[in-house]
C-alpha cells in the first residue's frame, strides 16, 4: 500500500490543523494505521493508532485529548486532528500502514510496514 500524507504547515499556538493520509494500492480496510512524528533532533514517536474499522483507537498521552484520529474507508484516507496546538509539537508528521486482523491497533514503530512520506507541523509561539 502507497501512502501520502498532507495537510501541515504553519500555525500559530491554540490553533488547529487536520492531516489526512491517503492510500492507494491495496484494500484499505485490511490496515490498521497510525500516525508518528520526529521533532528536530529527536527521534521519530507515536502519536495515534486505529484498528481497521475505525472502532479502537490509542494515542500517546502527550496528545491525548487534543488530537483525533479517524478514518474513512470508503474514501481509501485517514485523518489526525489537531487542536490545541503546542510549540512542542512542531514535528514532521508521518502516517504508517500494517496489515491487520480486524480490532488490531499498533503503536510501535517496528510494527509498521508501509510508510508515507511525511508533513511537517510547525508550531510558532
Known amino acids: 500500500v502507497q501512502l501520502q500524507a498532507s495537510g501541515g504547515g504553519l500555525v500559530q499556538a491554540g490553533g488547529s490543523l487536520r492531516l489526512s493520509c491517503a492510500a492507494s494500492?491495496?484494500?484499505?480496510?485490511?490496515?490498521?494505521l497510525g500516525w508518528f512524528r520526529q521533532a528536530p533532533g529527536k527521534e521519530r514517536e507515536f502519536v495515534a493508532a486505529?484498528?481497521?474499522?475505525?472502532?479502537?483507537?490509542w494515542y500517546a498521552d502527550s496528545v491525548k485529548g487534543r488530537f483525533t484520529i479517524s478514518r474513512d474507508n470508503a474514501k481509501n484516507t485517514m485523518y489526525l486532528r489537531l487542536i490545541v496546538l503546542k510549540p512542542e509539537d512542531t514535528a514532521v508528521y508521518y502516517c504508517?500502514?500494517?496489515?491487520?486482523?480486524?480490532?488490531?491497533?499498533?503503536?510501535?514503530?517496528?510494527?509498521?510496514?508501509?510508510w508515507g512520506q511525511g508533513t511537517l507541523v510547525t508550531v510558532s509561539s
Open positions: 504508517a500502514a500494517h496489515r491487520a486482523n480486524t480490532g488490531t491497533i499498533y503503536y510501535t514503530e517496528g510494527d509498521y510496514a508501509y
Open positions: 486505529i484498528s481497521r474499522a475505525g472502532t479502537r483507537t
Open positions: 494500492g491495496r484494500t484499505f480496510s485490511d490496515y490498521a
